[in-house]
């Protein structure tokens, strides 16, 4: 298995895919380049073949920076959403945690971060852990079928270097770590590892042989992730993990279509050719007014001066001098460069969307505000396509691989503390019973309404006693909410701004105002506000007239 790992990485660092006739692809030598742009490098170095040095004209990171900008979205965008009346509470209480966790979890840089890659590279690959998740950096991610649709149809290797302590903390889950660590000799350096982490499609015979078992079948594939190592700059020597996997353990997002490659176009490759060539007018004009920033003259008369600016001191007279003129130094094609620099960065804009309305510039003067109005709506269209694409991508992220830590680990003392209201608590107690109700009414069997809530209350009684009970029933009841409740951050599951236009519409026309009470409190619920905990007018009992 290590043999095959490392052919893998060879083919990947070296093949060239043929994605189409004529047109070929190699992402290794994308993400390369790629980090040569954003960190404004020449590969051949900053000075050109006559020792000038080389300047970077960087014009795609303050557009990768408006992009950012107008796609942003925080966490607190992101919400919890159900079409059961009934799942309220537990929703309310949900959210609640989900915010605790986002924050504890640093997961708005996080997601910041995530916003980047997307625009930077046109790509996030998210991978799951033990912890919750973390963004796979593209330079240490082999994606072996690099024209596969989908991260489902291909093989992932994982490159990351890893410290001896970083090594040692695995000992419970990896094995033959003490042999990896034994294979460094000592040195004054201190030991690092490199790890290769391979998640993806092996026969079942590859599997046995990586546990150090025999037998398996060579024609049946299953997914495995098989986990080798070895010391920082040279070849694995040792399988640490080898196990059978249910699903891959990626999540995936991309900016643009696909174009028979998995590694879609993101900014920096969208405007390679806008970037060379404002390298390349911007160094031709540097060069030029260097040369046309100095003063000549010219003469016939050998015996003047060779400098007039350090050879002659103040008040001298020069006399005899034939046909003394200065040299026309300015350069000839200086307005045909600027001409093709404006011109190079109206394509930068026009690719990457980046006009004055997006980016917060001043419009042209005598530009209409209605036009402008339009311009900026328009503009803001991709935006909203763009944040919906990494944003649905997020939802079964957090759907799939965070709620159901959060709402597994919420128990009564979290609400307590979440909501800081001893009424919410008993509000919880309240809920895990119902939810035991509602679960077991198939068992009770048929009874009246006070019987039922007889057992209700016996039920609350032994909840509030018994912390074995309460556990279950915490356990019963959020396993019971979760396959009703939604994550929504771009509003894709539900349109919660039209919803709430037409209660207010609704509202406005009814007039009967038990009816317009309960509208008006459905609005306030789809906003998220508990209505419950408000102050509302007691009704008075209706007085008898004696006659």
């Not at 000075?47 to 990768?64: C, E």
């Not at 699903?247 to 176009?265: D, L």
């Amino acid at each position: 298995m290590i043999n095959k790992i490392k052919r893998e990485i060879e083919n990947y660092k070296s093949e060239i895919v043929q994605i189409s006739e004529d047109n070929s692809f190699s992402q290794y030598k994308l993400v390369r380049r790629i980090m040569l742009y954003k960190n404004k490098i020449y590969p051949k170095g900053k000075l050109d073949s006559q020792g000038n040095y080389k300047y970077w004209y960087d014009i795609v990171a303050p557009r990768v920076d408006s992009e950012i900008k107008n796609i942003d979205f925080d966490t607190k965008d992101i919400t919890l959403d159900s079409d059961a009346p009934k799942d309220f509470i537990p929703l309310f209480f949900a959210t609640s945690g989900l915010r605790e966790y986002l924050r504890d979890n640093g997961e708005a840089e996080k997601l910041n971060e995530s916003i980047e890659q997307f625009t930077e590279f046109g790509n996030v690959l998210w991978k799951k852990t033990k912890e919750g998740y973390e963004s796979c950096d593209f330079t240490d991610t082999y994606i072996l079928n690099q024209t596969a649709r989908t991260i489902e149809d291909t093989a992932v290797i994982e490159r990351k270097v890893i410290s001896a302590s970083q090594l040692r903390s695995k000992a419970d889950i990896w094995n033959d770590t003490d042999k990896l660590r034994e294979s460094f000799q000592g040195t004054d350096k201190a030991p690092r590892f490199e790890i290769y982490e391979r998640n993806g499609e092996i026969s079942e015979e590859e599997l046995r042989l990586a546990q150090g078992k025999s037998g398996g079948d060579k024609e049946k594939y299953l997914l495995a992730k098989v986990i080798v190592g070895g010391l920082e700059r040279e070849d694995p020597t040792v399988i640490l993990y080898a196990e059978e996997i249910k699903k891959m353990p990626y999540k995936e997002a991309h900016r643009g279509k696909f174009s028979g490659r998995w590694f879609r176009v993101g900014m920096y490759e969208l405007l390679f050719d806008e970037q060379t060539r404002a390298n390349e007018i911007g160094n031709q004009i540097a060069n030029g007014l260097k040369l046309a920033s100095k003063t000549a003259y010219f003469t016939k008369d050998k015996t003047v001066a060779q400098n007039i600016l350090t050879d002659l001191e103040n008040g001298d007279i020069l006399t005899g001098i034939e046909n003394l003129g200065q040299v026309n130094t300015r350069m000839p094609g200086f307005d045909q460069l600027i001409a093709d620099w404006n011109r190079n960065l109206q394509q930068a804009d026009k690719l990457a969307n980046s006009f004055e309305v997006v980016t917060g510039e001043a419009l042209p003067s005598g530009t209409p505000f209605k036009l402008g109005e339009m311009l900026d709506q328009n503009s803001n269209k991709l935006f909203n396509y763009l944040r919906e694409k990494i944003g649905i991508a997020f939802e079964e992220l957090i759907q799939d691989w965070v709620l159901d830590k959060v709402m597994g680990d919420l128990k009564a003392k979290d609400i307590l503390r979440l909501t800081g209201d001893a009424e919410y608590l008993n509000r919880y107690y309240q809920l895990l019973v119902d939810s035991w109700y509602i679960n077991n009414l198939l068992y009770i069997g048929p009874h009246d309404p006070e019987m039922g809530t007889e057992m209700k209350a016996q039920k609350l009684k032994e909840v509030t006693k018994n912390k074995n009970t309460m556990a279950k029933l915490e356990k019963e009841m959020w396993k019971g909410v979760k396959p009703r409740v939604r994550v929504n951050i771009v509003g894709e599951n539900i349109n919660l701004p039209a919803e709430l236009e037409t209660l207010k519409s609704f509202i406005q026309l009814e007039q009967d105002p038990i009816r317009r009470t309960a509208l008006i409190t459905k609005a306030m619920s789809r906003k998220g506000i508990d209505v419950s905990t408000m102050p509302k007018t007691e009704v008075q009992p209706m007085q008898t007239v004696n006659k």
